[in-house]
């Protein structure tokens, strides 16, 4: 069948989705303080070496959170902030970044349920292999979501004077290949699509005479 997580069912297509409706912080002892901002829950934010399938989870769920929760005040900003050109400009920079690497995560969660190929042996799990497309199509759409959401907070960005915010000159890097479209995931994001389609269509095709 391929890579295990062929075998996906509706169970699972739910403890994904679920899941990131889960706040992490009330479950994992340790913490000493309430969550409150979107800084707080970007810091909680870690890059695995492996990125296994609840690792993903895990960060995306943090960084929705991020997105939802209020920034905190300009002191305890992740750069420094003096006047409010520069306030301005941060929170742009943060909310593109944050939707940028939540594109990243739902890309990465869905190459675990994605098939790059309908190899004819694996008719036996046909519709096991339809259902781990099926996820894989919406982590995909979701991906597209934020992606576009990236490029809207990075045409903002280019209405705003550009200050130097040597903290997060990585942010202003991203914002910077997005608008020269060096960084551009739409058509990432269709050919995975495009490739998944055809797949599924092999899948759907076999029956008892092509096994």
Known sequence: MGYCWGMADNQEV??????LFIVVWTQIPGYSYRILYAEQYYRLYHIHFYQY???CLENINYLEHALAADFCNPLYALARIENKQEWERYRCLFKMHVNLKLTQLYLTLASGYD??????YNAPWKEQNLKSLAIAEKLYRT???????ARQWSSRLTRIFRYNLEEIQNWEDEHYRIQTKELDYDDIIQSHLKRLAAVRSRFEHMDDSTY
Do not use: G, L, S
């Open 143 to 149: 991906a597209i979501t934020y992606w576009n959401e």
């Open 53 to 55: 399938p609840d690792d």
């Open 115 to 120: 098939k790059r190929i309908a190899y004819f």
């Open 14 to 19: 739910r403890r994904i989705f679920f899941f």
